[in-house]
């Protein structure tokens, strides 16, 4: 499926010039840099490319991803990233539009990290029953980027939805986990999950509580004002919450997410190190 959807928007020079033609199953990244040579990160290492990056280049990827109306997918961009079929990122670097206080497009878009999205079955097995001991207590998983959090937290939320008969709603923000086209799921997400597709964590929180009837909310990447909010607002409900958030460890983290620990907050913490596609649990 990622190889599919991601072929369509790299053009056959590049994937040839970094060496991935025999296929994406261990990159991890594509980074290209106007003027600079591409570079594929991969499961053994960086392998850089031999001819720079041209604006043709850039602008050809940009224009397929956005089905050549960028206009369709300005807020998606004002966020810096956009996200294709199979829960692709496209991260986004260049000259912004800056409007009324805050980034509303870009005016040059002159760097793209494409970050592979690979749904890695079973990559939670060996963290659920400490998930779960004592029950399902509130959960954030932290770790730098890169490092796994959102493939992990997607097999917990499939097994949670299926082996251990939770309903789960997912406010999948910036549409990787679910990975959803049209509003379906391209991604095993479990039989009992529902998802609000790309809306941001404090709406779809309030929606989700109000008509969901969730046990489990589940979210990507904790850390504006906003965020803490939608956390705080389903720990009050009663909801378990699962969660990830960058940090290298609880107390940056916790500094960061105003208090999130303890009493009213998080109950454990899954801390990630480097180690293959979808990280290794470091400590529960």
């Not at 206009?71 to 800056?98: D, P």
């Not at 940090?247 to 293959?276: M, Q």
Request: proline residues 2%; hydrophobic residues 40%.
């Amino acid at each position: 499926m990622y190889d599919e959807s991601l072929y369509k928007i790299l053009p056959d020079e590049l994937i040839k010039d970094i060496g991935i033609y025999a296929g994406l199953q261990h990159v991890r990244e594509i980074r290209l840099r106007i003027g600079r040579l591409p570079a594929a990160i991969c499961d053994n290492g960086e392998h850089m490319g031999t001819r720079p990056v041209d604006e043709h280049m850039i602008t050809r990827i940009l224009s397929i991803a956005t089905k050549y109306s960028s206009y369709a997918y300005e807020s998606c961009m004002a966020n810096g990233f956009l996200t294709i079929k199979g829960g692709h990122r496209i991260g986004l670097g260049g000259q912004v539009i800056w409007e009324n206080g805050r980034v509303k497009n870009f005016l040059h878009v002159t760097f793209l990290c494409i970050r592979i999205a690979k749904q890695m079955k079973g990559c939670a097995d060996n963290i659920m029953d400490e998930l779960l001991k004592d029950g399902l207590k509130h959960t954030i998983i932290i770790s730098p980027p890169g490092f796994g959090k959102t493939t992990l937290l997607r097999d917990i939320i499939r097994q949670l939805a299926d082996k251990y008969r939770k309903n789960v709603a997912l406010i999948d923000e910036r549409c990787e986990i679910a990975a959803c086209v049209n509003g379906v799921p391209c991604n095993d997400i479990g039989c009992r999950t529902d998802v609000l597709d790309g809306c941001n964590k404090l709406t779809g929180v309030y929606m989700a509580v109000r008509s969901l009837s969730p046990q489990v909310v589940a979210m990507d990447e904790i850390g504006g004002e906003d965020d803490i909010k939608a956390v705080k607002y389903c720990i009050k409900s009663g909801c378990a919450v699962i969660g990830t958030a960058h940090g290298s460890g609880i107390y940056d983290t916790d500094e960061r997410l105003a208090g999130l620990f303890g009493k009213n907050g998080f109950k454990r913490a899954v801390i990630l190190e480097k180690c293959g596609e979808a990280g290794k649990c470091l400590d529960i």
